[in-house]
């Protein structure tokens, strides 16, 4: 799980161009969406992309992605749990 957490925490950065953060400025339990990083919907849209495309991971409705995005562990249990082999 850490190495899904670190290996996220470098993904969300590239896929959304975050210049001024570092993977230690990310932390594991913050809230993601509407956190001190300023992730808003357009950037979840981003992500979702990414994660399709990285993991085969889908994201199909509000509500799944309200609980997948809620923090970086709750990204990286759904991702766990969900990304094809």
């Given at each position: 799980m850490e190495k899904l957490l670190a290996e996220l925490k470098?993904?969300?950065i590239e896929t959304l161009s975050l210049?001024?953060?570092s993977p230690e400025d990310i932390a594991d339990d913050a809230q993601l969406v509407g956190g001190s990083?300023?992730?808003d919907s357009i950037d979840v849209l981003e992500l979702v992309l990414m994660l399709e495309k990285d993991y085969g991971v889908k994201i199909e409705t509000k509500e799944v992605g309200v609980t997948a995005f809620a923090s970086l562990r709750?990204?990286?249990e759904f991702?766990?749990?969900n990304r094809v082999k």
């Open positions: 470098v993904k969300i210049l001024d953060v990083l300023g992730i709750a990204l990286a991702v766990q749990k």
